[in-house]
Every structure is written in structure tokens, then in C-alpha cells.
């Protein structure tokens, strides 16, 4: 995008105004985010797109208003033959490439869309559904049963122990890339009875003063997650389950690699390591 665009003029909404005559066009396949890969940078905001690409079968939801137009996400169900000089990426892919305002627009529409193209019929009567004019939902017109789009909560903490903080390497991760320890929210449970629950599943050890952080939209694609901090309390590093193949111990001066601050957990590994330098 060029500078002028990364300084977005974005409003949120689930219906056009009718009063702007001109659309935006964001574009997905199977989770996948378009982008004009002749640009210098990850152009994905497209104020025209080729026929093709709207008379093939796809969904369609109101994203709001970018730059004074409206804007669409667009959700293929097929990839048209011919993509010019378009390709599809993952919008985790596109971290240090766009600015934090244009991720977390680009994680928004992929939450939206993903939602939409996974309640084309109704789980009730199996009615194709239709978009609900008056809010962000999806109707039947059969049952009228309503479904909105739907967020997982998760949780993510640093425990700290002595000056160290405790990072696991998942199973799933490349290379020897380490993190601080996260996990979904189960149903009747606290996020504070989450945090405990999934560090002893995880890590084997107990821990204590647990204390809310921040939170961040992980669209991923449809996240919510609930940052912590906790001190450890007593038990030794035992892998319980497959999320971890491996746990320690680490000092600011001897950190593995960790991810960057554009995410929650490189904010607490950066909290940690401005607190216990």
C-alpha cells in the first residue's frame, strides 16, 4: 500500500451506506487473504477487481467504511483460472510487512468471512442463510435461527521463577522458536482457573498471583487472547500432553528465539525482560 492508505480512515460496519457509490474489495480463499504480489509491499485492498473474481461463487459480507468507500470482503468458494498477478497468503504471513492498523483490519475480515462461509446452511434445518439486515449475523429464513460471529477465548501468561521466565517450544513450531505458555478456555471456568489449569497440563508446575496483562484479537481464525502474568509456585518442569516437546527456565541475558512485539506474547517476554534486566 502507499503511505497514503497505511494512514486508514476505517469505521466498522454491517451494512453499506447507501449514501457512498464506491466500493473496496478484500478478498479470501479457504482462509487464504489476496494480495497484489507485484507490489514492493502487501497490497490487499483493492478498489477495483476483475470480473471474474464477483461472478464466481463466493460469500459476501460488509466489512464498514475504508477511505470514504464502502468495503467487502469477498469469500471464494473456487479459485477463478486466471489470477493475474494475485496470490493468497495467510494473514500470520504478512506480520512486518503492513502496519499494525492493516493487520488487525486484514484479521477482522478473515474472522467475518471465515464465520460467514461456515454457516451457509442452517445447523438446525440445513436452509442455505441468508445475511441479517439490521446486525452483524447470519438468519435463516426458514427457523430464523441467528447465529453471530463466534470468538474463542484463550489465555496466554509469563511465569516468572526467580528472575526466569518459563517458554515452551511447541510441537507445531519451526525451528527452535519458544513462547510463553497459552490455551483455550474451557466452559465454566474463570480465566484465572483457565491460566492455573493449563500451565500445570502444560508444564507440570503450579503457580500463584496470577495478574491480567492485556489482550489482543487473534484472528486465526477467530481467537480472542487474554494475556497474564503468575509467579511460579512450586513443582518441576514435567510435559504432560503434546502441546510441548520441550520447557525451561530462561534469563533475560540467555533467551531463545521468542516472537516479536506485534503479537501478545512478544509483549509479555518484552514485559519480562524490562522487569528482571
Not at 468495503?71 to 504471513?93: H, M, Q, T, Y
Not at 504432560?240 to 512485539?261: I, K, Q, V, Y
Request: hydrophobic share 35%.
Amino acid at each position: 500500500m502507499d503511505k497514503e492508505k497505511n494512514q486508514l480512515t476505517f469505521i466498522p460496519g454491517f451494512k453499506p451506506d447507501i449514501n457512498i457509490k464506491e466500493t473496496s474489495y478484500i478478498v479470501f480463499y479457504d482462509g487464504k487473504l489476496m494480495i497484489n504480489k507485484t507490489q514492493e509491499n502487501a497490497e490487499y485492498i483493492f478498489n477495483d477487481l476483475p470480473p471474474y473474481f464477483l461472478e464466481s461463487s463466493h460469500k459476501q459480507q460488509h466489512l464498514g467504511s475504508l477511505h470514504q468507500r464502502n468495503c467487502k470482503i469477498i469469500g471464494l468458494r473456487d479459485i477463478p483460472e486466471a489470477l493475474d498477478n494475485f496470490e493468497f497468503v495467510s494473514v500470520r504471513s504478512l506480520f512486518g510487512q503492513i502496519t499494525e492498523a492493516e493487520l488487525l483490519m486484514a484479521g477482522r475480515a478473515n474472522q467475518i468471512i471465515t464465520w460467514a462461509t461456515t454457516h451457509h446452511f442452517c445447523g438446525k434445518c440445513g436452509t442455505p442463510t441468508e445475511n441479517k439486515p439490521d446486525e452483524l449475523a447470519i438468519i435463516c429464513p426458514n427457523c430464523s435461527t441467528t447465529y453471530y460471529p463466534t470468538i474463542s477465548p484463550a489465555i496466554i501468561v509469563a511465569i516468572v521463577k526467580d528472575g526466569k521466565i518459563l517458554l515452551g517450544h511447541s510441537a507445531r513450531f519451526k525451528g527452535k522458536f519458544y513462547s510463553v505458555l497459552a490455551g483455550f478456555l474451557e466452559i465454566g471456568e474463570t480465566f484465572e482457573q483457565c491460566v492455573a489449569r493449563e500451565v500445570k497440563e502444560e508444564a507440570g508446575v503450579n503457580i500463584k498471583n496470577i495478574k491480567y496483562f492485556g489482550s489482543q484479537p487473534w484472528p486465526f481464525p477467530s481467537s480472542m487472547m487474554v494475556g497474564f502474568t503468575a509467579e511460579w509456585d512450586s513443582g518441576d518442569i514435567v510435559l504432560h500432553d503434546e502441546e510441548l516437546d520441550d520447557a525451561g527456565w530462561f534469563s533475560p541475558d540467555d533467551m531463545p528465539n521468542t516472537p516479536g512485539t506485534y503479537s501478545i506474547a512478544g509483549r509479555l517476554i518484552e514485559w519480562f525482560k524490562q522487569t528482571h534486566s
